[in-house]
């Protein structure tokens, strides 16, 4: 039983781990998603926009 005391702080702190890493992730990937729809709502808002700065990397 002795064992199980020792490695209940790693175990803890395994966990946390794990569940702080999850929410950063969820986060990351929300962030991306926002910033997509974003992206889209602003060239199908400004499609003249969009055509003159492909143009001007040729």
Avoid at 16 to 29: G, N, P, S, W
Wanted: aromatic share 6%; hydrophobic share 50%; charged share 25%.
């Amino acid at each position: 039983m002795d064992y199980v005391v020792a490695l209940l702080p790693s175990i803890g702190v395994g966990i946390l781990f794990i569940v702080i890493l999850r929410a950063i992730l969820k986060a990351d990937r929300r962030e991306r998603a926002a910033f997509r729809e974003f992206e889209l709502a602003e060239q199908s808002a400004s499609p003249v926009a969009q055509r003159d700065n492909s143009e001007s990397h040729n």
